[in-house]
């Protein structure tokens, strides 16, 4: 089994920036893909950001060129650099992790219990 605890959310203005954090532990040794998945009330769960062990991404087109995902190996930790936010990021992030070889949108086999990220106008 794979825990994930993820932290940094919070509230923040349209137009700032948050950083969220998750930490991995456990079985951790066949992950290779960690992401950030959110879901806004009243709507389905949607990738937000990916990466790879390798070091390759996927984003959302409604993030790109707004939020960055980076990943420290070292520390089993991967991160969510969101900049520019807008109200319509407001949602629960979370944090999950999957073994397959390539990036699954919707198919991750371990997922976090998730951080709250509020964007006032």
């Known amino acids: 089994q794979v825990q994930l605890v993820e932290s940094g959310g919070g509230l923040a203005q349209a137009g700032g920036s948050l950083r969220l954090s998750c930490a991995a532990s456990g079985s951790i040794f066949y992950i290779n893909v960690m992401g950030w998945y959110r879901q806004a009330p009243g709507k389905q769960r949607e990738l937000v950001a990916a990466i790879t062990r390798g070091g390759r991404t996927d984003y959302a087109d409604s993030v790109k060129g707004r939020f960055t995902i980076s990943r420290d190996n070292a520390k089993n930790t991967v991160y969510l650099q969101m900049s520019s936010l807008k109200p319509e990021d407001t949602a629960v992030y979370y944090c999950?992790?999957?073994?397959?070889?390539?990036?699954?949108?919707?198919?991750?086999?371990?997922w976090g219990k998730g951080t709250l990220v509020t964007v006032s106008s």
């Open positions: 999950a992790a999957d073994r397959a070889p390539v990036i699954r949108p919707g198919a991750m086999d371990y």
